[in-house]
């Protein structure tokens, strides 16, 4: 019987410390998310001193930072990185749905109820 109390408290302890690994690399994997985004923050402000030779490239730079900082926080702090199956699905679903009813909207216009008219009005 003690046999099985040490291999109980043994494993235990093994578990814990494969926890504690984990908290650690998870945390450092944080820091260095949010070291990430503060250079981001602070590259986006010196940016603003930058001349750029037109607002398209001015756009276009400010959307490249600011998508590199929303994918870290999306991956990263909001956990989507790790749940790639759900959010697949979720995203298949989204589709599906905005599909199905733009449809619906689109062959609704084709068919009004009787006695009414049709409040869309298409430019040719």
Do not use: Q
Not at 6 to 31: I, N, T
Not at 91 to 106: D, H, R, S, W
């Amino acid at each position: 019987m003690s046999d099985s109390k040490h291999s109980a408290v043994a494993d235990a302890g093994h578990h814990h410390h494969h926890h504690d690994y984990d908290f650690v690399a998870h945390k450092k994997m944080y820091w260095a998310v949010g070291a990430a985004l503060l250079i981001g923050t602070v590259i986006t402000v010196l940016a603003r001193e930058w001349e750029f030779s037109s607002v398209a490239l001015t756009v276009s730079v400010a959307l490249f930072i600011a998508s590199i900082k929303s994918y870290l926080v999306c991956a990263y702090f909001m956990h989507l990185l790790s749940e790639k199956k759900a959010i697949y699905l979720i995203m298949v679903t989204t589709v599906a749905f905005a599909i199905g009813m733009v449809a619906l909207i689109l062959s609704s216009d084709k068919d009004p109820i009787p006695g009414t008219r049709p409040k869309t009005h298409y430019v040719p």
